[in-house]
């Protein structure tokens, strides 16, 4: 017996629906639709910082960390290389 | 070095930060298990005697943090960080958000838990058993409860179209995952026959339309002309598409049960709604483009926003082949197989994912108020997931391909392995490197949170 949830969700998803439409229509949500296109820009003064200059210690560690994905990658690609050789034989 | 431009409230961001952290440390786990279940698909005696992680059950557990545990997460970050913003309000509540974080983070620990023991309920994307489909249910209903009582206090009276979106995520889904996991039956989570494999499509596909999509449209909209520092293209063509999206996406689901017993109008419905989907895809991506037509590189100007508009091409390529995968003829090869994955993995890794990431990345220095730790290592995993999730389209294309049309040719699943076998180690390299990017993007994130950046030398 799954009929009576079926139908008392739809009616829950059209109740919302129409309800949330209506509310927005009568709230004036749809008028002013120039100036939303500007909200965006008006919620946040701008705040991207120059990036900042990291300290040697910092340079260094970015620097390890990148070799050590290197690393990983080139497993990865080793991996590949071996199976393509190979794909014969399996 | 603090940047002197950013307003930190009092509340200190704390629920958008509990999710980026969240996002981030699930990322790694959601893409070890990819690549877990990825290996054992080449080797399947790696785990041999490890009842907890054979594939059966590191499949699902690897789909339900991905969803639940990576990229929702990603994208409520963002939306608990633009709703106030946009209302020009605060937060309705910082407490309850924070406890909507360790909750979710406890359920996400009991999905791991309970689907490595193997209670499981056995439904695709609905494999969570009873308790934690409540658990699911009531952190949905908090991030409900925050995001209207933050609308209901705004300043702004105008709901701005990511509002919109978010809220419809956030509603459909707590609706949506009641019904899907039948959530009245706590003992086996499903229907009888038929009518349970339609409820479960339904959901099925759902879960990502209706979560995943408004989520990411949402933040899409509202970085994309920040980044750029344009004005949206046109708000009324965004809520044609928002209302479009609402209409013709609840219906789409069956296209999963084509070759199925199921009622043919009800097929009928499903393909044209997942034609349709035309409308309100094209509806958000023309509005995107077009916010961002001639200014590319103020896109490629911020991490964040390159994340962001990498997923919107995505999404283009997503839904076009959503659209036609839906048609019978095209179907009959590319259902049942590895094309399914690959389209999957387009949708969730390279569209919402990749917004996820992007979201996260652009609300950073706002939260913390500093500059990203690493602009390089966050340039780097960049790379590495879209290299990754092109990779897995070609390949699982390929494998789709290969199996579809094998199969409708009569042939048997097993004379099949061995000339795959090769396109899965390529899916298990490409594997590596996902997780390897969710490494490094956790380190990143964790950095920019936690510690000041080196001073100048």
């Not at chain 2, 308790?131 to 105008?158: I, S």
């Not at chain 2, 919109?164 to 039948?182: D, E, K, M, Q, S």
């Not at chain 2, 997942?274 to 911020?302: C, Q």
Request: aromatic fraction near 14%.
């Amino acid at each position: 017996m799954y009929l009576p949830y079926f139908v008392t969700y739809i009616a829950a998803g059209l109740i919302i629906a129409l309800a949330v439409f209506f509310w927005a229509l009568r709230n004036g949500q749809f008028r002013d639709q120039q100036r939303a296109r500007f909200l965006p820009l008006e919620a946040d003064p701008e705040a991207r910082g120059a990036a900042v200059r990291k300290s040697r210690f910092a340079r260094l560690e970015i620097a390890a960390l990148f070799f050590l994905v290197a690393a990983g990658l080139a497993a990865s690609a080793a991996v590949v290389v071996f199976a393509l050789i190979n794909a014969n034989r399996w | 070095m603090e940047n002197q431009n950013v307003h930190i409230p009092a509340s200190g961001y704390r629920t958008a930060k509990g999710f980026c952290l969240t996002s981030a440390f699930w990322m790694m786990v959601a893409t070890f298990m990819g690549l877990l279940g990825a290996t054992e698909l080449i080797a399947p005696d790696i785990t041999e005697n490890i009842g907890w992680l054979v594939f059966g059950r590191v499949r699902p557990i690897h789909i339900n943090l991905v969803l639940f545990g990576f990229v929702t997460p990603g994208l409520m970050a963002a939306a608990f960080y633009y709703i106030p913003r946009l209302l020009r309000t605060e937060l309705y509540s910082e407490t309850l958000g924070v406890g909507t974080v360790v909750l979710w983070n406890a359920a996400l620990v009991g999905v791991v838990v309970s689907l490595a023991a193997g209670h499981t309920q056995g439904r695709e994307y609905a494999e969570l058993i009873w308790p934690l489909d409540v658990g699911v249910v009531v952190v949905f209903a908090m991030v409900f409860v925050n995001f209207v009582m933050t609308v209901a206090t705004r300043k702004e009276p105008v709901l701005y179209v990511s509002v919109w979106y978010a809220l419809a995520g956030v509603v459909l889904t707590t609706l949506t995952y009641c019904l899907g996991n039948i959530i009245w039956r706590p003992d086996t989570g499903a229907l009888a026959g038929i009518p349970d494999a339609i409820i479960l499509w339904f959901y099925g596909h759902n879960i990502f339309g209706l979560l995943l999509t408004p989520l990411s449209a949402g933040v899409a909209y509202y970085v994309i002309p920040r980044a750029v520092k344009a004005p949206l293209y046109s708000h009324t063509l965004s809520l044609v598409g928002f209302w479009a999206l609402l209409v013709v996406y609840t219906h789409i689901g069956t296209h999963h049960l084509l070759q199925v017993p199921v009622p043919t109008w009800l097929k009928v419905i499903s393909i044209v709604d997942s034609v349709a989907m035309v409308i309100p895809v094209m509806a958000f991506l023309i509005n995107i483009w077009y916010t961002a037509k001639g200014r590319l590189g103020e896109i490629h100007a911020d991490i964040g926003a390159k994340f962001v508009f990498t997923g919107t091409i995505m999404y283009f390529f997503v839904s076009i082949q959503g659209s036609m995968m839906a048609l019978p003829q095209v179907q009959r090869v590319t259902h049942f197989n590895n094309w399914v994955v690959g389209h999957a993995h387009i949708g969730v890794l390279g569209f919402a994912g990749m917004i996820a990431l992007g979201g996260l990345y652009y609300i950073l220095p706002y939260l913390t108020g500093r500059p990203l730790y690493s602009r390089f290592l966050a340039d780097f995993q960049y790379w590495m997931v879209l290299i990754g999730v092109s990779g897995f389209t070609v390949v699982l294309t390929i494998v789709g391909l290969i199996q579809g049309n094998a199969w409708l040719n009569g042939e048997t699943v097993y004379r099949l392995l061995p000339p795959v076998h090769i396109y899965y180690v390529l899916r298990a390299a490409l594997g590596l490197m996902i997780f390897s990017s969710a490494l490094l993007g956790f380190y990143n994130i964790t950095r920019s949170m936690f510690f000041e950046p080196g001073e100048s030398s």
